[in-house]
């Protein structure tokens, strides 16, 4: 009896203290406010009207948290990937080449669902995005990226093998011609 007294209480210590930190959503709420109300990047540009009222979690692993935060028109959004550590937000940031930018990512779809973006977080970030009209300027991509603890850096190989079966199963499914769907 004492024996399994002191497994359920092991249990409950190592269960607790491996699950994740609660997200305090006043703070989360404040932090987009004020990090992206007046935003300009070389992508973007947001207005503080442009803000949900609510920012809501669509994603999280470990200390990365994917929030769904701002209206960009009829069927458009943006997600933002945030390093939540020590009770504390920062945005996450990408490395392309030498450059780096902000993980801030469109989501959406529209054109009849010729194009669309999305995003997930899973223990990797992977972005997906096409465009499908039968034209030249068509394309279809994933990129997947690596956290290194302090940027996320593009995977190419896994970004092949991803873009493939990605791209594979939008083509089957819009049964459009397009370069897109040549691989």
Do not use: W
Request: proline share 1%; glycine share 6%; aromatic share 16%.
């Amino acid at each position: 009896m004492v024996f399994t007294r002191l497994l359920f209480i092991l249990f409950l210590f190592f269960g607790f203290s491996m699950s994740q930190p609660e997200i305090d959503e006043n703070k989360l709420k404040e932090f987009i406010k004020k990090s992206f109300s007046n935003y300009r990047s070389s992508e973007f540009i947001i207005r503080s009207d442009n803000l949900f009222e609510k920012p809501f979690i669509v994603g999280r692993s470990k200390n990365l948290i994917l929030v769904h935060f701002a209206s960009m028109g009829a069927t458009t959004d943006l997600t933002v990937l945030l390093i939540y550590k020590d009770n504390n937000f920062q945005v996450a940031k990408i490395k392309d080449g030498d450059k780096y930018k902000d993980a801030i990512f469109l989501v959406g779809t529209g054109g009849a669902g010729r194009y669309s973006y999305n995003v997930k977080l899973e223990e990797k970030l992977k972005v997906y995005e096409y465009s499908i009209y039968g034209k030249k300027e068509d394309y279809c991509r994933a990129k997947v990226y690596d956290f290194d603890g302090k940027f996320f850096v593009i995977n190419d190989q896994e970004s092949m093998i991803e873009s493939k079966n990605y791209c594979r199963k939008v083509c089957k499914e819009l049964e459009i011609k397009s370069k897109a769907c040549t691989f």
